[in-house]
């Protein structure tokens, strides 16, 4: 059986972190979302695997090249749509196959249930399903699925897990794969619905968070660098290669910490946080449920909790984040949300900034002593 | 990085692992080996390429194994390369992979009374076979009882004498199964078998298969597993490219990678002294390798205040002596033959000398006092790129050892400069580079060997005509070529040199050519007067030399691509130069 997996578009929503790399490589439990599609898919013993990249192509090409596995790559110039996506690869399939998104996460389990039923979509109830194609399901079939709608008839959303056959690119007309299955479906083919076990989206740059709660779970205990004998180091903990953890420093699992970054001493590292390669975290800070990616500095003192940080940041002394709920304009369409902060690549901040519910650029340099409180701050900005 | 093939069928086996280590040689290629099996086994190994001594190989058999090996611990020399065999050459393997804990393993065996050929983590896995295959001559229970002992990757090969089968066991290595009709094939990945059969099975973590002329069965914790035949229909040059369109690309965005894992390799406490307390250093070289001992020189002789002197490996035997101190030479292949010939006369002068080269064991090594390896991997683009940047990581590394440490986290956090490089849309600048006859670079300091190597590569790939100068050079003579068809590449950084670059920038737009700038992000004044402003980072000088020089190697590879040029083989050129 073949695989199909998406990963071309750049995931607008999530910005600011898209800008270096699309959505399905953004860094979750320190590896990029497409990897956990691909573990699964080689879990259940599927191979033959291609990739349809587009946005920042050459960085997805790269990360697939590091796997042993041979992976076919496939470019879609411009990002039409999911189907056009499809159709780029439409040569390369022989017969059934599986159609996947790159940048949602699965379980291996869910796809073993879908891939051997034909004509299937992988379905999963979801709170605010007006963001999926919305499915409704008679007898275990699919009734009728919607792109996006205003008012949805159901909770009920497609993931965006599909097993098809060669034939349904009869039905692809528009550039949309909901479109093409409803067209199906109105043909009067059988789908069949399948629930999904575990599957998360990640919409917005905050449910990064969630989606990497959902991965550190199942994290195994790895010690492979040098970590004080004065250190506490409890629950599952991965620490990597050339990685210092200084005296007195805490840290309580599950958290993944990757290789040659420096922590501590005395810092506190509470659940769920994954930090990158070569991060820096100053002695007397304290970071809980955040992703810091690679190559990033936090200084002394500082405070960083439900935050996701970008790669090279500097991050001055007494830099605070804190939780906070408010509403933020994305893509044009007012979001409620609640985090810390949001911090693209390459931001600088002074000392005792203060982030609230704030979504930093890219390359943004931000003075010291200040509050910015539920704020999209545009990339490349200079905030005195 | 190795690569690993075997075969097992009716044909004589020799020449198809040869043809299938060639088509593998992109994973390494400093030594190879092939072992078949007839009523006993036959062994030829090799250091070097299959191209220079394939031909000499005469082992008769219809079953046999072959290893192209990228060393990275223990050099390649005959007895290192693979395939190994037991104290009584009864059993052969090759592997792909590293064996962690091959070092407690040995003491244990060498305890037992095996004796140990090679420097090789390999070998122990041999003689663990031998134990168990003395015990119950069955190869394959023999192989599945040691795997457990093993920790570490492995794709394995095994062939034994008295067993007319191949045996196959993967764990964190590539290795993938070919199925032809009564042949069999395993290999570390599809391209040497494509040409013989388009089914394959991948073998999964923790599979043993074991391959006869009527089959394959495959076991997994001691119970036969079924693996499903899958039909691949790549092509094996895609397939090496890993997606990427030319091998220069992949190359170019393999770079930070190369970058770090060089520095990380280069340990500064274990220089040999001569290199770090040497009054005066000469660097010998051709090429890009020339131009990376000229920025060396610009930068050691600034920080560290070391006279440097720089002269091409091929005229460095017309200069008479004195010369003294270190003379470093620098080839990527590690067999350019000016710079041996150089670092040989060298030697003649009594004066100490110390190779860096991509290529560990190759014959720069055995003329030079001390070799550094850089850790680019092998580079396949004939257009050098990856190997340029580890050259330069090697070198930043020596001036940061002769400095005390002072460039250190600076160079640790290089390559993500150079990242930031990569996501750069060009498309501006190459549209006009590519319908340019003539294209001239110029640079002040340490950027003037960057436009060197710039015009380089746009030489090389895209063979449009580029000259590069330093800056002050040009009113002497080449103003004269100017005009509004010649497009200028200005290297124009801040710092001491900054200044007088802007105004050899606005000495050049008065004559009409067309300027393309690459300066540092936030710059007010450049943007004004050149027709295309590249923006850099703000970073440390050390690392502005890597970033322009990044942005130049992508400008001639897209204007190439826009020309459609052969890239990763431009007409008359060849990868490493071995005729003087």
Known sequence: MQAVILAAGEGKRVRPLTWSRPKAMIPVANRP???????????????????????????????LNQLDLPIEVVVQEKQLGTAHALRQAESRIKGDFLLLPGDN????????????????????????????????????????I??????????????????????????????????????????????????????????????????NLRLLKHLPAVREGTSSSHAAIHGAVHIGKGTTIGPNTVISGPVIIGNDCTIGPNCCILPDTSIGSRVTIEPLSLIGN??????????????????????????????????????????????????????????????????????????????????????????????? | MCGIFGYIGRRQATPLILEGLKKLEYRGYDSFGIATLQSHIGIEKHKGRISEYGDRIRLNGTLGIGHTRWATHGIPNDVNAHPHTDCNNRIAIVHNGIIENYAELKKELVAKGHIFRSETDTEVVVHLIEEEYAKIPDLQSAVRRILPQLKGSYALLVIASGADYLIAARNGSPLVLGIGDNEYFAASDMTPVLDYTERAIFLEDGDIACMTRNGVEISSQGQPVNRKVELID??????????????????????????????????KQSL???????????????????????????????SCGIPVRVDFASEFRYFPPPVD???????????????????????????????????????????????????????ISVAATKSFVAQLAVLMQIIDARSEGRYEDTLMHAHQAIEEILLMDLSAAVELCKSAENIFYIGRGPFYP???????????????????????????????????????????????????????????????????????????????????????????????????????????????????????????????????
Request: negative net charge; glycine residues 8%; contains cysteine.
């Open chain 1, 33 to 63: 979302i497409i990897a956990y599609t691909i573990d699964a898919l080689v879990k259940n013993g599927i191979r033959d695997i291609i990739v349809v990249v587009g946005y920042r192509k050459e960085q997805v090409t790269r990360f």
């Open chain 1, 290 to 384: 955040a992703i810091v990616m690679d190559d990033t500095t936090i200084s002394s003192h500082s405070r960083i909790v439900d935050s996701v940080i970008g790669e090279r940041c500097t991050l001055a002394d007494h830099t605070s984040t804190n939780t906070a709920g408010g509403i933020l304009e994305i893509e044009g369409t007012p979001t409620r949300s609640e985090f810390g902060a949001i911090i693209g690549d390459h931001v600088k901040s002074g000392s005792f900034a203060r982030f609230k519910n704030c979504i930093v650029g890219n390359n943004v340099t931000l003075e010291g002593n200040r509050d910015v409180c539920t704020r999209i701050i545009p990339d490349g900005s200079l905030v005195i």
């Open chain 1, 105 to 144: 996460y699965i379980d291996a389990q869910s796809v073993a249930k879908i891939k051997d039923v034909k004509n299937a979509v992988l379905v999963k109830e979801h709170p605010s399903p007006s963001n999926f194609g919305v499915v409704t399901i008679r007898d275990g079939l699919v009734d009728s």
């Open chain 2, 325 to 379: 101190g270190l003379i470093i030479g620098i080839t990527q292949s590690g067999e350019t033959a000016d710079t041996l010939t150089a670092l040989k006369q060298a030697r003649i002068h009594n004066c100490r000398t110390l190779g860096i080269t991509n290529v560990l064991g190759s014959s720069v090594s055995r003329t030079t006092d001390a070799t550094l390896f850089m850790r680019a991997g092998p580079e």
């Open chain 2, 234 to 267: 790549w092509s094996p040059e895609e397939a090496k490219k890993g997606g990427f369109p030319h091998f220069m690309l992949k190359e170019i965005y393999e770079q930070p990678l190369a970058f770090f894992n060089t520095l990380r390799a280069i340990d």
């Open chain 1, 146 to 211: 919607v792109e996006k709608p205003d008012h949805a008839p159901s909770f009920l959303v497609s993931t965006g897990i599909y097993s098809l056959n060669k034939d349904f690119f009869r039905y692809v007309r528009g550039n949309d794969i909901t479109d093409a299955i409803s067209c199906m479906v109105e043909a009067g083919t059988d789908i069949s619905a399948v629930t999904a076990d575990d599957w998360q989206d990640a919409i917005y740059p905050w449910d990064l968070l969630k989606l």
């Open chain 2, 450 to 580: 960057v436009a060197l190597e710039g015009s380089l590569k746009m030489k090389e790939i895209s063979y449009i005509h580029a000259e590069g100068y330093a800056a002050g050079e040009l009113k002497h003579g080449p103003f004269a070529l100017l005009s509004p068809e010649t497009p200028v590449i200005a290297i124009c950084m801040p710092g001491e040199t900054y200044g007088v670059m802007v105004s050899n920038i606005k000495e050049v737009k008065a004559r009409g050519a067309p300027v393309i700038a690459l300066g540092c992000e936030g710059d007010q004044e450049l943007p004004d007067i050149v027709d295309q402003f590249i923006p850099l980072p703000k970073t440390h000088p050390f690392v502005q030399v890597l970033t322009s020089l990044v942005v130049l190697q992508i400008l001639a590879y897209r204007t190439a691509v826009a020309l459609e040029r052969d890239i990763d083989k431009p007409r008359n050129l060849a990868k490493s130069v071995t005729v003087e």
């Open chain 2, 272 to 302: 040999p002294k001569f290199v770090c307390q040497s009054p005066s250093v000469t660097v010998v070289a051709c090429g890009s390798s020339y131009n990376a001992g000229l920025i060396f020189k610009y930068l050691l002789e600034e």
